[in-house]
């Protein structure tokens, strides 16, 4: 994660005037515009899945590099009023295109993941992120397939870090997983062995026994 000589950050599907302002970025940030170059990576991630996966990365490469040269804080600043933005916005976001809303989760939820203040999550994230995951287990997101297998991926992912910071949310979300699971009628069996599957990596402390691997992974292939 050190290494920000790696190009490996799916900026290829930039045009080159673009790639080559991110690549100055991860090198030599204090030579760009980083309010530009953090709005071109919230709207990417907006709208590509892949690419909001990676993201975090790349935002954790640039306020490393930004750090050690002029130790600023300019692009995380700039990040975060734009997330915070969005997050505001995510109701109607995920009314107008629900591809657009589970972007949004993966890519806050991998920023979550990657930057930190201390080695500690930063303090700002914890409660947009529990919004955005309590959002994904209301009962009209849980009759989504898409929005579930989100809710399952972020879970997975940061589960555990978030239970640490707040563990009083993470029961009202697990409250409603589980009442998903026993209470409501029409969910899929996909969506249902997901949730069950859930409920249990959590039981295990974040850990899924191979047993249980076994069980939910050749139910998952079938």
Known sequence: ?????????????FDMETQNLLKTALKDPS?????????????????????????????????????????????????????????????????RS?????????????????????????????????????????????MNEEEVDCLVLQLHRIGDQLEKVNNQRMDELFFLLRDGFLLQDGLSSMARLLLLEMLEFRAGGWLLSSTAHRYYYSELAD
């Not at 994660?1 to 599907?13: A, G, L, V, W």
Request: aromatic share 8%; net charge neutral.
């Open 98 to 142: 629900l591809q657009e809303w589970v972007c949004f989760v993966t890519f806050i939820c991998n920023i979550f993941d990657y930057l930190k203040v201390n080695n500690m999550p930063m303090v700002a994230l914890v409660h947009p992120v529990y919004d955005c995951l309590l959002r994904l287990a209301q009962p009209d997101a849980l």
């Open 31 to 95: 030579s760009v515009n980083l309010d530009k170059v953090s709005n071109i990576i919230v709207d990417q991630s907006l709208k590509d899945q892949v690419f909001s996966k990676e993201a975090g990365r790349i935002c954790y490469t640039i306020v490393q590099a930004e750090a050690k040269q002029t130790n600023g804080n300019v692009f995380r600043r700039n990040l975060l009023n734009r997330l915070q933005q969005e997050f505001k916005d995510r109701e109607e976001t995920r009314l």
């Open 1 to 13: 994660m050190e290494n920000s000589t790696k190009e490996d950050y799916r900026i290829q599907s």
